[in-house]
């Protein structure tokens, strides 16, 4: 099977299934699966997958029709321009959480804060992300 086939027969399976984003989960998915970036996928779109990669995209995609995160099959969730490692055991660092962050980073600027407690948030995506945008704290 080609990567193209194998992309739009799994697209047409999470739309089926009223997965949201079936097209990007599709492609996201195929990406991990090759461990190849986007635009190999668009160069390559005529290469035969192997018999492995097919059977391993497959369940990822039977996986998220039963309701497993994205995040939690690719183990990666982007925050704060820096990729983080996520499993079922940490919460999936989220986009409107950026906000809070960055809410943070501006108060802790203005009352000069020297220190910042984070307790118990999972995966460590608002602390490193404290860490890295307020220097020389």
């Known amino acids: 099977m080609k990567i193209k086939e194998a992309l739009s027969k799994g697209m047409?399976?999470?739309?089926?299934?009223?997965?949201?984003?079936p097209k990007m989960k599709s492609?996201?998915?195929?990406?991990?699966?090759?461990?190849?970036?986007?635009?190999?996928?668009?160069?390559?779109?005529?290469?035969?997958?192997?018999?492995?990669?097919k059977e391993q995209y497959f369940?990822?995609?039977?996986?998220?029709?039963?309701?497993?995160?994205l995040q939690?099959?690719?183990h990666q969730q982007e925050f704060m321009k820096m990729n983080f490692y996520v499993n079922e055991n940490v919460?999936?660092?989220?986009p409107d959480t950026e906000i809070?962050?960055?809410e943070v980073i501006k108060i802790s600027k203005k009352i000069n804060a020297k220190k910042i407690l984070d307790l118990c948030?999972?995966?460590?995506?608002?602390?490193?992300?404290?860490?890295k945008y307020i220097k020389n704290r």
């Open 12 to 21: 047409i399976e999470l739309k089926v299934n009223n997965i949201e984003n």
């Open 27 to 53: 492609r996201l998915l195929m990406q991990y699966i090759l461990k190849k970036p986007r635009n190999y996928l668009l160069v390559y779109d005529n290469q035969e997958i192997t018999k492995l990669e």
């Open 59 to 69: 369940n990822a995609i039977q996986k998220i029709i039963n309701g497993i995160p």
């Open 72 to 74: 939690h099959i690719t």
């Open 91 to 94: 919460l999936i660092p989220r």
């Open 100 to 102: 809070l962050v960055e």
């Open 121 to 131: 948030t999972g995966s460590g995506a608002i602390a490193i992300s404290l860490a």
